[in-house]
């Protein structure tokens, strides 16, 4: 730079600083100093900080469409007859959005935390927004509504292309403590609200009498007012305990739940001729074990495995509802989480389910899923093997994320069951009841499912 550049530039800078402090001393307005947003990081989480606030926040979600075919099991029609409900064919278009506000903040109490997921979607001209998660974390605590500490670590892994997994995953409203002992041991505990549409199956019940059900000792597991659920879900809770392992090699899982099985008494005196239970209260249980190991095959690559045993808490294994028939007045459920036999007894339901599957990165770009399942229910002595049945998923899947952001996902899945009987099923009042078709005719043997997603997350 030449001696006459530089004399020039000094002056100028001293011109624009005179400038400035002589705007000042007369009292004009100077223009404010710039805050602009800030990055923020609070351990593996990355966000933002807007101006004026300490808040480290982020926001995510995804944009995904699907298409969905399925073939054999259809529980869900209000048809008259139900032989119509099984065996057909349905294919569908779905449009689906997820959006995720994460706000976290250190404080002298350790890590508070807000969190809130909203789900909507859309099929054809009916639209559903709900709250999928909305919940509060400070230091060990969370409140709110959220995954039930009683989840497994590993349920399935094509679960994402098919819909829902294979193990237990709704979300409910909890109360719970987490407590990290060291060297990636965590222990927790939570009491959980347990409403109808989360973790309770229902409560059935027996005519051996030939009203409502017929055969020998009685038929199907049979309710009254189009939903078969006898169950008061009235300030219904559930106490959970678990300890989980966090390692290098992956993550492990032992968990156990306690919940009450507890008879409305105002559906059973106001719905026929049922028989009250002698014992109106019982407790139900539920115990899983669960793994999820990174293996050396592939790219990112793991193995996932889970056990589950249950009586009286059919859904903690992923079960409950899994074969339902209705009519505007009544209903069928082959999965209920007790029974109320003939005599008036109040009999849980045991069922255990078995799970283990594979996710292969075959490439940065393409990754494989397969996942196979096992479950036997076993409704006990109220119906003897009258209901009972055991059901049999297996699952695959193909990842393909071309860039980043974007998952087109394929998959297919194969169910079958196996039920224990081939009593008729009947429905309509016990003073006239009206023969319909028998358990094995139906309720279809095995179902097939499909589907296409197509998924941009950001």
């Given at each position: 730079?030449?001696?006459?550049?530089?004399?020039?530039?000094?002056?100028?800078?001293?011109?624009?600083?005179?400038?400035?402090?002589?705007?000042?001393?007369?009292?004009?307005?100077?223009?404010?100093?710039?805050?602009?947003?800030?990055?923020?990081?609070?351990?593996?989480?990355?966000?933002?900080?807007?101006?004026?606030?300490?808040?480290?926040?982020?926001?995510?979600?995804?944009?995904?469409?699907?298409?969905?075919?399925?073939?054999?099991?259809?529980?869900?029609?209000?048809?008259?007859?139900?032989?119509?409900?099984?065996?057909?064919?349905?294919?569908?278009?779905?449009?689906?959005?997820?959006?995720?506000?994460?706000?976290?903040?250190?404080?002298?109490?350790?890590?508070?935390?807000?969190?809130?997921?909203?789900?909507?979607?859309?099929?054809?001209?009916?639209?559903?927004?709900?709250?999928?998660?909305?919940?509060?974390?400070?230091?060990?605590?969370?409140?709110?509504?959220?995954?039930?500490?009683?989840?497994?670590?590993?349920?399935?892994?094509?679960?994402?292309?098919?819909?829902?997994?294979?193990?237990?995953?709704?979300?409910?409203?909890?109360?719970?403590?987490?407590?990290?002992?060291?060297?990636?041991?965590?222990?927790?505990?939570?009491?959980?609200?347990?409403?109808?549409?989360?973790?309770?199956?229902?409560?059935?019940?027996?005519?051996?009498?030939?009203?409502?059900?017929?055969?020998?000792?009685?038929?199907?597991?049979?309710?009254?007012?189009?939903?078969?659920?006898?169950?008061?879900?009235?300030?219904?809770?559930?106490?959970?305990?678990?300890?989980?392992?966090?390692?290098?090699?992956?993550?492990?899982?032992?968990?156990?739940?306690?919940?009450?099985?507890?008879?409305?008494?105002?559906?059973?005196?106001?719905?026929?001729?049922?028989?009250?239970?002698?014992?109106?209260?019982?407790?139900?249980?539920?115990?899983?074990?669960?793994?999820?190991?990174?293996?050396?095959?592939?790219?990112?690559?793991?193995?996932?495995?889970?056990?589950?045993?249950?009586?009286?808490?059919?859904?903690?294994?992923?079960?409950?509802?899994?074969?339902?028939?209705?009519?505007?007045?009544?209903?069928?459920?082959?999965?209920?989480d007790a029974i109320i036999s003939s005599t008036g007894a109040?009999?849980?339901?045991?069922?255990?389910?078995?799970?283990?599957?594979?996710?292969?990165?075959?490439?940065?770009?393409?990754?494989?899923?397969?996942?196979?399942?096992?479950?036997?229910?076993?409704?006990?002595?109220?119906?003897?093997?009258?209901?009972?049945?055991?059901?049999?998923?297996?699952?695959?899947?193909?990842?393909?994320?071309?860039?980043?952001?974007?998952?087109?996902?394929?998959?297919?899945?194969?169910?079958?069951?196996?039920?224990?009987?081939?009593?008729?099923?009947?429905?309509?009042?016990?003073?006239?009841?009206?023969?319909?078709?028998?358990?094995?005719?139906?309720?279809?043997?095995?179902?097939?499912?499909?589907?296409l997603r197509i998924t941009r997350s950001f």
């Open positions: 730079m030449t001696l006459a550049k530089r004399l020039l530039l000094g002056s100028a800078a001293a011109v624009v600083a005179t400038t400035g402090a002589q705007a000042a001393d007369l009292g004009l307005p100077v223009a404010p100093a710039v805050d602009y947003v800030q990055i923020c990081s609070i351990g593996s989480f990355t966000g933002f900080i807007l101006p004026g606030s300490d808040v480290c926040f982020d926001i995510s979600g995804l944009a995904r469409f699907q298409a969905n075919f399925g073939s054999g099991l259809d529980y869900t029609s209000n048809s008259p007859s139900f032989d119509s409900l099984w065996g057909r064919d349905d294919v569908d278009f779905v449009s689906e959005v997820e959006l995720n506000f994460d706000a976290r903040t250190m404080t002298e109490w350790g890590l508070l935390r807000g969190f809130v997921r909203l789900g909507a979607d859309a099929e054809g001209e009916d639209y559903g927004l709900n709250v999928v998660k909305a919940f509060v974390q400070v230091g060990g605590f969370t409140a709110g509504l959220t995954d039930s500490f009683f989840d497994p670590v590993y349920t399935d892994y094509a679960g994402a292309s098919l819909g829902g997994g294979f193990g237990p995953s709704d979300d409910l409203t909890l109360f719970g403590y987490s407590f990290a002992v060291g060297n990636g041991v965590t222990l927790s505990a939570s009491i959980e609200d347990n409403d109808g549409n989360s973790r309770y199956a229902g409560i059935g019940f027996v005519d051996a009498n030939g009203g409502l059900l017929t055969g020998t000792g009685a038929a199907v597991v049979l309710g009254t007012n189009g939903s078969g659920n006898f169950q008061d879900t009235e300030n219904g809770f559930a106490l959970v305990a678990a300890v989980r392992v966090d390692q290098a090699w992956g993550s492990a899982k032992v968990a156990g739940a306690i919940t009450e099985v507890d008879v409305d008494n105002t559906l059973l005196t106001t719905n026929g001729p049922l028989p009250l239970a002698a014992d109106d209260t019982e407790i139900g249980y539920a115990v899983q074990a669960s793994a999820e190991f990174n293996i050396p095959v592939g790219m990112g690559s793991t193995f996932g495995l889970h056990a589950i045993y249950t009586d009286g808490a059919l859904s903690y294994a992923g079960l409950g509802g899994v074969a339902v028939a209705s009519t505007a007045t009544t209903s069928i459920d082959l999965g209920m109040l009999q849980t339901t045991q069922a255990y389910s078995l799970g283990a599957g594979f996710d292969i990165g075959l490439t940065n770009m393409i990754s494989a899923q397969l996942d196979g399942y096992y479950a036997d229910v076993d409704h006990g002595a109220a119906i003897g093997a009258v209901g009972d049945y055991n059901v049999m998923g297996l699952r695959g899947s193909i990842t393909y994320v071309p860039v980043s952001g974007l998952s087109i996902i394929a998959g297919v899945g194969y169910t079958a069951y196996d039920f224990d009987n081939t009593t008729a099923v009947t429905t309509g009042l016990a003073a006239s009841p009206t023969v319909v078709d028998t358990v094995d005719d139906i309720f279809e043997d095995d179902a097939f499912s499909a589907r």
